[in-house]
């Protein structure tokens, strides 16, 4: 009895904290853009040990600013995105490649290249 307690408990808690998060979410995309949502996403995730935003990680990779990177290095960043510290270049580079590869033919598919 008591552990069916603590499990509809822990289950009232998981629902509520989904509802509150849904709650957020729909605020801040209401607030703002989903372009200003990804430029605040890519500026304050970890992408290394230390290393916070896009222009950080640009420089630690290919030792440029973001502003000059060329459509297969912002590839390379943005296949790194889902999970920035496991998908480093020189760490998983066959998975980071891969992703790369997937996400260059999106953007000649979607006339970007």
Known sequence: MI???????????AISFQSSARSIFARIQKALSK????????????????IYGVEAASRDVFGKSAAT???AEGALLA???PSPIRLQPCKRPKSVRTRQERILRWMRRADRL
């Open 79 to 81: 296949a790194m995105i």
């Open 35 to 50: 372009k200003r949502i990804l430029e605040i996403y890519l500026n304050v995730i970890e992408w290394g040990d230390g």
């Open 69 to 71: 990177l060329d459509a």
């Open 3 to 13: 552990s069916s307690l603590r499990g509809q408990r822990a289950r009232i808690r």
